[in-house]
């Protein structure tokens, strides 16, 4: 596809909405992931010596 101006790049043949939507989207989704997956891995490290406390002094 060939397009004559920068405006008509941005058009996308008159399906803007859902290129630029899904593009930006799946940018939404490539940051949040990675944030999430942090949040997680803090979680579960805290439940872990949380346990470990407990099972240390219940000895």
Not at 20 to 34: H, I, N, R, Y
Not at 44 to 54: E, F, P, Y
Request: with cysteine; proline share 2%; hydrophobic share 45%.
């Amino acid at each position: 596809m060939q397009w004559h101006s920068v405006s008509e790049f941005f058009e996308m043949g008159g399906y803007a909405f859902y290129v630029w939507g899904s593009f930006g989207a799946c940018a939404v989704a490539m940051l949040v992931e990675p944030w999430l997956l942090r949040q997680h891995n803090r979680s579960v490290i805290r439940s872990l010596k949380r346990q470990q406390r407990a099972n240390a002094g219940a000895a």
